[in-house]
């Protein structure tokens, strides 16, 4: 296999000066450059990244985790992330956690042993200690927390704008008119979770419509906690004509709890997500949502990394994405049902 020291002699310079061309420093004469290039592809030489990282003490691997690779909201955010990551000359290592925090500090403490750029977390617990993440900052690694952050950390972040996408989502539903609103939230130990509840209270508090305690129902994000919980609301006496879920799956669930109970989306209930899936538009009827610019979540945080790998010593930064809706069929105005003078039962959409 060629190396350095032939490179150098066929190239007529110093291994020096083949490492410079190596490293794309920008002190080698263009000329030289070329001619070293030349030597280099004539001899097939292949760089050693692991004698680069050793130079360097750092390689170019982002370790990402996240907690749950079965919701496509997170899939999203890596090829985000990976993208730019690629693009840039790095290698992103996906891990999962299954929102187990000791799955999650053994990935870490595992792959922090090679040296990695760069750390993009998504944490499985907010209550836990972010030790291991420190861990990174002191081996000089830049790490981006992203979507949810504990609430001690004070290095970057990347999130939504959890509590404004949920109030403006809630504030269309009562401009639909409808009054009975209830929400399906995620877990409440997480800040996105949290901060949407807050934003569906701030709309509702604002139109000074009442929220009863069962119309606030707490979930898994996934399908079968939207599903079960909406169940719930749905045999309640003063049934909710509208439900504002915490993300989509949730929502999807909650179509799904709506058709078993053989009440139509939106005619009967109204339902509204958040995340913006690309599987949105597939449901039946398509699920109204508050868009996170999922893929730009991950784009960002991967930018952040490199940045500080190039020197960047900026403040710590927390870069908040604003949300915006998005309004397909699964969201309608109130309907008020009247019967007319022979019994009939009609349906009126308010104008
Ligand atoms: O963790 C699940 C949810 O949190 C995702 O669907 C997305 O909404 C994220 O914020």
Not at 315 to 321: D, E, L, S
């Amino acid at each position: 296999m060629a190396t350095i020291k032939q490179i150098a002699k066929l190239a007529g310079v110093s291994i020096g000066t083949v490492s410079n061309v190596l490293n794309e420093l920008p002190s080698v004469r263009e000329a030289t450059r070329k001619r070293v290039l030349t030597v280099i592809d004539s001899l097939g030489y292949q760089p050693s990244l692991l004698g680069r990282a050793l130079r360097k003490d750092q390689t170019n691997m982002i370790v990402m985790i996240v907690p749950d690779i079965t919701n496509p909201f997170f899939p999203g955010v890596v090829r985000g992330a990976e993208d730019v990551a690629f693009q840039n000359g790095y290698r992103l290592v996906l891990c999962n956690s299954d929102n187990d925090y000791a799955k999650e500090s053994a990935y870490m403490r595992e792959l922090r042993t090679y040296r990695p750029s760069g750390l993009i977390i998504v944490p499985a617990d907010l209550s836990k200690g972010q030790e291991e993440a420190r861990a990174y900052l002191n081996a000089g690694s830049a790490v981006v927390y992203v979507d949810r952050i504990p609430s001690r950390w004070r290095g970057d972040a990347v999130t939504s704008a959890h509590e404004e996408g949920a109030y403006e989502a809630t504030k269309h539903l009562i401009a639909l008119g409808h009054k009975r609103i209830a929400t399906i939230t995620g877990p409440l130990q997480g800040t996105s979770a949290v901060q949407r509840l807050a934003g569906f209270q701030r709309a509702m508090n604002e139109a000074r419509l009442p929220v009863p305690t069962q119309y606030i129902q707490e979930s898994n994000f996934n399908r079968a906690g939207g599903c079960e919980k909406a169940e719930l609301l749905l045999k309640l006496r003063a049934r909710p004509t509208a439900i504002f879920a915490a993300n989509d799956l949730i929502a999807m669930g909650a179509i799904k709890a709506a058709r078993r109970a053989g009440l139509s989306c939106p005619d009967d209930i109204s339902i509204f997500g958040f995340d913006n899936l690309e599987i949105d538009d597939e449901t039946t009827p398509a699920l109204s949502t508050v868009d996170q610019f999922i893929s730009e979540l991950g784009a960002r945080a991967a930018q952040i990394v490199i940045n500080r790998v190039a020197g960047d010593k900026s403040a710590a930064k927390h870069i908040c994405i604003p949300t915006c809706l998005r309004l397909r069929g699964s969201t309608g105005a109130l309907k008020t049902r009247r019967a007319t003078a022979t019994g009939k039962k009609v349906v009126e959409r308010k104008s």
